[in-house]
């Protein structure tokens, strides 16, 4: 399970089968990352130091890859459903849930980022919960989402799989391997309740209502293969990219 998915409501058993990622798909995935942190630094950088960052869903696992180090002082509370230890001075972590994080005030922290997190969270109104307390509780917020219409599902990476109802999912990963050309297979799932939670568990975003959900925003999409795969949402900062 992602780190995103761990803020969800939702669980599924041990023995549920995870997928074995394609060396092409993570390296992808690390590049589409470390473009996202470019940004995320360019926008950064005018800040004055130390800055006080939330992150909602995320996990220092995140922070290594993007070599936290090179972003000067910065403070970093990390907001998920388990706690993590043995992490650096500026670094702590917190246990909670993103859709009411009644532990802090209005403009506690000077930016708010979300990794991939606002997907997993519930329905839209769970997803507009979450929306209205990173405005709230940050003055400034950088929002990263997977785009709804990209035509490859990145749970299984099959084509189109993502469109289908969620019980057809579920009986799709239920009863075969799923698994698109090339690449290690999903795995099953022992019961069919499995199935349909793990199918329950992502609900992606469009432009539009994400425009809805932060108003005077920037969103910029973040290009594969010429096709917008994800959003990137920010607001509150006195530089915008280029």
Not at 27 to 33: I, K, N
Not at 224 to 232: C, E, N, P, V
Request: charged share 20%.
């Amino acid at each position: 399970m992602t780190l995103a998915a761990r803020l969800s409501p939702l669980t599924l058993n041990s023995d549920t089968v995870a997928m074995a990622k394609h060396w092409s798909v993570i390296h992808f995935e690390r590049y589409l990352r470390r473009q996202r942190f470019l940004m995320l630094k360019s926008l950064l950088n005018p800040l004055q130091r130390p800055i006080r960052i939330l992150d909602v869903g995320g996990t220092f696992d995140f922070w290594k890859i993007v070599e936290h180090d090179h972003l000067g002082e910065i403070h970093v509370t990390l907001l998920n459903v388990s706690a993590e230890s043995n992490l650096p001075a500026n670094f702590c972590s917190v246990v909670g849930d993103g859709r009411c994080m009644k532990a802090f005030g209005p403009e506690d922290f000077d930016v708010v980022l979300s990794n991939s997190t606002i997907g997993h969270v519930g329905s839209f109104e769970d997803q507009k919960g979450m929306a209205q307390e990173i405005r709230r509780v940050g003055r400034r917020y950088f929002v990263q989402t997977p785009n709804y219409y990209f035509p490859v599902d990145w749970r299984t990476l099959v084509p189109f799989f993502h469109f289908l109802p969620i019980r057809q999912q579920a009986w799709w990963i239920y009863h075969l391997p799923v698994a698109p050309f090339g690449v290690a297979p999903f795995g099953r799932f022992s019961s069919f309740s499995d199935a349909v939670k793990w199918a329950s568990l992502v609900r992606n975003l469009t432009y539009r209502e994400l425009a809805s959900l932060f108003p005077d925003s920037t969103i910029v999409r973040e290009q594969l293969f010429g096709l917008t795969k994800s959003f990137m949402i920010y607001r509150g900062f006195e530089r915008l990219i280029s």
